[in-house]
């Protein structure tokens, strides 16, 4: 698809037909994931992918799905084929900025305009959000309720900080989001100062 249109087209999806993926969409939508810039190439950026039914379920649970249910959303979470947990470590940065090159002058460890490993995982995630249009299919994104249970549902180490649950799978019929809205560019952008 034309770049462009793929931005516009990709909106987060809370309703998928039960149809697996095909293998070779996964893969080259995991493949995107990786693709991702990093500080430094620091490349901290981890996945899970989950297409067990229990445990989708167990995450589902964990992201309060019977709230959206209750408010008249498919089960989006458990329904999905597919979940990929992003992820990022803080602490792959850190040594990563503690390595002879990245060092400053006076052999101290640079100092951090802004948490980079939250940034890189969002770049991450996008790719993974623009690759599923790519591939004819689409995506949502879910928070957890519950970190600490998720991390001990998944084994997840803990230097690895879990960012929510991203639903993959075919559309079905959606209710439309209440956001849709946008602010206006105006107000969005600003031009050599703010
Ligand atoms: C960091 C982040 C967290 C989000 N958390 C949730 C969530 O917990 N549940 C949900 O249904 N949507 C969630 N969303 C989706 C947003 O509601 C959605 O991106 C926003 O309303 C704009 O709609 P669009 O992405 O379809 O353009 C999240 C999005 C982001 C980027």
């Known amino acids: 698809m034309e770049f462009y249109d793929l931005i516009r087209k990709r ?5 998928f037909r039960p ?4 293998d070779d969409s996964l893969a080259r939508i995991l493949d995107a ?14 996945f899970i992918v989950i297409q067990d039914e229990t445990r989708k379920a167990k995450i589902a649970e964990n992201c309060n799905e019977r709230m959206y249910t209750a408010a008249g959303y498919a089960p989006f979470i458990s329904g999905a084929p597919v979940l990929i947990i992003p992820c ?5 940065y ?8 990245k060092l400053l002058p006076d052999g101290s460890e640079f100092v951090w305009p802004a948490p980079y490993w939250y940034m890189d ?23 957890f309720s519950d970190n600490p249970a998720l ?19 075919y559309a079905a019929p959606d209710q439309t989001s209440p956001s849709q809205w946008r602010e206006k560019s105006k107000d969005i952008i600003r031009f050599e100062r703010w």
């Open 33 to 46: 994931a990786q693709r991702a810039p990093s500080a430094g190439h620091s490349q901290g950026q981890r």
């Open 19 to 22: 149809d697996p993926i095909p």
């Open 151 to 169: 991390r001990e549902l998944l084994g997840i180490p803990e230097e690895v900080e879990p960012m929510g649950a991203i639903p993959i799978g």
């Open 121 to 143: 995982i969002g770049c991450s995630v996008m790719n993974i959000l623009l690759a599923a249009v790519e591939e004819g299919l689409a995506a949502g994104f879910a928070c």
């Open 88 to 92: 990022t470590n803080e602490q792959i």
């Open 11 to 15: 909106k987060m999806v809370r309703a």
């Open 94 to 101: 850190r040594r990563r900025y503690r390595e002879k090159d």
